[in-house]
């Protein structure tokens, strides 16, 4: 399917890496995180792209206009806003809080006349906060046993085993800027020494211009190989699997007319761009982008009106040094896709509840799987999503889908609304086969 020039903006599920932060270490064998911070420099990066997506969907005269959105007041009936509650939770979190400050700035406009003639603007200027709900199920790889096991499984891999022999002589040159470090390939070593040649003045003249490149290289290795599955519903895939729920249920509710959203913003760390870039067949067209997306990365999936109903676009920008926006083709085809075709191509491995994660996991210890377990073990009926821990996985998965079937029915004129005694034709999509998934 081809792009269409006047196709119109319905709305944008966006995804955004969180900006520059400080020194992070993860445990390179269940990737339990440490704490960090955010810098001034990250918070800076968010705010910008956030005035950049304002400049580029909130702009009645760009062609990207989200169409019937309020320019001026951020309308909480129009946005929802997700950051990730896991172990970079305040860095992705402030990082939301400054791009939505970017997204929807003061405005004189934000004010209240009262009784008495008095007009009140918020303070700074008309402020408007605009707050991420804190959700750990944007982080689906914490706590789960399998991941730890395909993660080892994939260090002993003779492709793993070959590249850290390959590689050994360079790694081994690096001990004199590591601090006793260790330098194995398993070790994530590029992080360290990405934070200190962007705050550290003597390590930054210290480094060669062409190390830190060769690092960031086996990193880009290192993370797809953990981050990726060739089978869609490969553990290596959970990233994705357990962010595409939230995914498909924005676009339900874009697509469906009745329905005020607008945007869907979800803040997140760089791995399940990894898995969706992979499951959704970008990396494989696009190798550069098999690896670690760059600070304040960001994926706008535009819904789209079309001739043949709503369509997605994929959008990436790869952090500050892309000055614009790149279209990327999705499951090897060229153009804008059917939405239908997208929920097709991946509905059935997505992670759509708590209770399916903690058996995919193999949990019943942590994150609401301990209440799960013990709620089966005294026989009584399980809620499919728990507001305790971690479990907030896409509760809305069923209905999304049902939603855009509806929709998608609506615009081929199968079904109509609000009429009693109308049947309802039902169609197969002739588009059933898989793009085959391998790694780059």
Known sequence: MLFEDNSQVLGVVFLVRHGDRQGFYQDPKSYTPSNTAITALGTQEEFQLGNLLRQR???????????????????????????DAGGEGGVIFNSAVALLQGLFPPTSTFSDKLPNGTTVTAPFGGYQSVEPDNDISLEGWTSCGPFATATQAFYASPEFQQKANESAGFLNSLKQY???????????????????????????????????????????????????????????????????????????????PSNPLKILYQAISYKPFISLFNMTGVAQQNPKLAGIVE????????????????????????????????????????????????????????????????????????????????????AIEAQPLHPIGAGFLGAGMALAFVLILLICMYFFGFVRFGRRGKKIQQTSDSESSKSSLGKV
């Open 57 to 83: 969907y909130l702009n009645q005269s760009s062609p990207a206009f989200i169409s019937g959105i309020n320019t001026t007041i951020a309308d909480a009936s129009q946005i929802q806003a997700r950051a």
């Open 178 to 256: 590591l601090d006793g470090r260790s330098v194995s390939l398993v070790d994530m070593i590029y992080d360290f020494m990405n934070v200190q040649s962007i705050h550290d003045a003597e390590f930054s003249q210290r480094l060669p211009p062409s190390v830190l490149a060769q690092a960031r290289d086996l990193a880009n290795f290192h993370e797809y190989g953990v981050f990726s599955s060739p089978n869609l519903n490969g553990i290596g895939n959970i990233a994705g699997q357990t962010i595409l729920p939230s995914i498909l249920e924005g676009f339900a509710q874009i697509a469906d």
């Open 295 to 378: 600070y304040a990365a960001v994926v706008a999936l535009e819904v789209r009106s079309s001739s043949n109903g709503p369509v997605i676009r994929f959008n990436f920008k790869n952090g500050t040094a892309d000055t614009d926006f790149g279209v990327f083709n999705l499951f090897g085809s060229s153009g804008d896709v059917p939405l239908a075709t997208f929920v097709d191509r991946v509905s059935g491995v997505t992670i759509n509840d708590t209770e399916t994660w903690c058996t995919v996991c193999n949990n019943n210890v942590d994150r609401g799987c301990n209440e799960m377990a013990f709620a089966a073990h005294q």
